[in-house]
């Protein structure tokens, strides 16, 4: 499509804003209604691998992304007390870095950053109350009572999407898989030059993972009925006793955990939009369509190549409806394949049993799984 696109995106989180950055660069007028007054990305970290660093470069923020994290290219795996079982080398996507680590917040601001460098306007503290879409265009007032037209809007909006709910209804709520994730940033130990992965008995593992030269976090994935919440006093207590088979490096940076208040509980869920992720010019994209667990460090991942093929799609084709239509062909089998595998994972470092759908993707494996996802998105 020739002329500049009017595009409203609901979520400035990582999806969002790398699609308010790559649609503005290319000279589409773009807003983001966040609901958030700042950008309060929680204080733990997240690994961005190749495909991710992919992305980044192509929107002009790699080196932003490489200053701000740690870059890593082996995956260790260790046995419960510490002792190194592999050193597994991870692909590179072209000639960017296999990975780097990075602070969840450092990450939000350089994105806000490049979005708002690009043209993008972020309107911070703000929701979509109403939307109607007549077809040619679709009309919006925010909850700051603006209103606005425009060729299409993008729920960007996280895993309990409110533009998922209002498309669709409660037909795709998110499914609690059981376990859930504990994570708390320490000091990094020298020895922490990539992620380090304990693993080995059925309880539990733990992860070390570098995200800048002095910080790494530590998440560990345990089975946790749905409705528990860490004790605010104690929360470093629970955990230290979940991870009380822990030796090594795990233990060490268990010596580090003093305050409650630093652990990051987050219960893990899913979501699958099985219909059409688009109705007429309202489009859902990253969590908002396709949440997974995060066994493959990959959701992110996943947003933010939605993000950028959506910008090249309607770029390239000649309306928004076909543009939609060709951009969800393309990301759905990625998205899927991510999903897939990263809830066999789940089910296979727990002990859930499994189906044979997941064992013939569990043949591929973490590693096997790195090298299919260095493959073009
Ligand atoms: C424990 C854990 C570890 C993970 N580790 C990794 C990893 O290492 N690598 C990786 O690639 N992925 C990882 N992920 C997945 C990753 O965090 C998500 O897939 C990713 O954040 C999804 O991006 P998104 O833009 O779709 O949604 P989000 O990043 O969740 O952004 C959604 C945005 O929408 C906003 N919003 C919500 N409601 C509204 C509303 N009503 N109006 C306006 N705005 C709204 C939110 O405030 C937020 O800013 C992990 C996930 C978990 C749970």
């Known amino acids: 499509m020739a002329s500049p696109l009017r595009a409203l995106i609901h979520g400035g989180g990582i999806g969002g804003l790398t699609l308010a ?14 609901l958030c007054e700042e950008l309060d990305a929680l204080g733990v970290g997240i690994i961005q691998p190749s495909n991710a660093l992919h992305v980044m470069r192509e929107i002009g923020v790699l080196d932003d992304c ?37 602070p969840r917040p450092a990450l939000a601001k350089l994105l806000a950053r490049a ?11 703000s929701t979509i109350t109403e939307l109607t879409d007549d077809g040619a265009g679709v009309e919006v007032t925010l909850s700051d009572g603006s209103t606005g037209r425009w060729d299409l809007v993008i729920g960007f909006d996280g895993i309990g999407s409110p533009l998922r709910r209002r498309l669709y209804g409660d037909r795709y709520a998110p499914e609690y898989t059981g376990f859930a ?5 320490v000091p990094r130990a020298p020895e922490v ?5 304990s693993a080995g008995n059925r309880a539990a593992k733990a992860l070390l993972t570098p995200i800048t030269d002095e910080l790494m976090y530590l998440g560990a994935v345990f089975a946790e009925a749905e409705d528990f919440r860490p004790d605010p006093e104690r929360a470093h207590e629970q955990l230290a006793e979940r991870l009380a088979d822990f030796g090594g490096p795990v233990a060490e ?22 219909e059409p992720w688009h109705v007429g010019r309202v489009v859902l994209a990253g969590d908002a369509a396709h949440a997974s667990t995060p066994h ?28 939609l239509a060709a951009w969800e062909t393309r990301r759905r089998p990625r998205a899927m394949w991510v999903q897939s595998m990263s809830r066999a994972v789940l089910k296979q470092e727990t002990g859930t049993p499994t189906t044979p759908e997941d064992d013939e993707l569990l043949r591929t494996g973490i ?10 998105y």
């Not at 046995?79 to 990975?99: T, Y």
């Not at 940076?253 to 509980?265: K, Q, S």
């Open 21 to 34: 950055t790559a649609l503005a660069g290319r000279g589409h007028l773009v807003e983001v209604a966040e």
């Open 66 to 102: 490489l200053a701000a994290g740690f870059v890593w290219d082996a995956l260790t795996i260790c046995d419960p007390a510490g002792a190194v079982l592999a050193k597994i080398p991870q692909p590179r996507m072209g000639d960017v870095p296999s990975n780097n680590g990075i």
């Open 115 to 125: 979005a708002t460098a690009a043209g993008a306007v972020i309107r911070f503290g």
């Open 181 to 185: 994730n504990w994570r708390v940033t």
């Open 193 to 197: 030059g990539g992620v380090l992965m």
């Open 253 to 274: 940076a268990l010596t580090e955990v003093t305050d409650p208040a630093a652990v990051v509980y987050s219960r893990i869920s899913q979501v699958t939009v099985e």
């Open 296 to 323: 493959l460090a990959q959701g992110a991942a996943m947003a933010v190549e939605d993000a950028l093929v959506l910008a090249l799609t309607l770029d390239a084709e000649p309306s928004v409806p076909a543009a």
């Open 367 to 376: 590693p096997g799984a790195a090298h299919v996802l260095v493959q073009p």
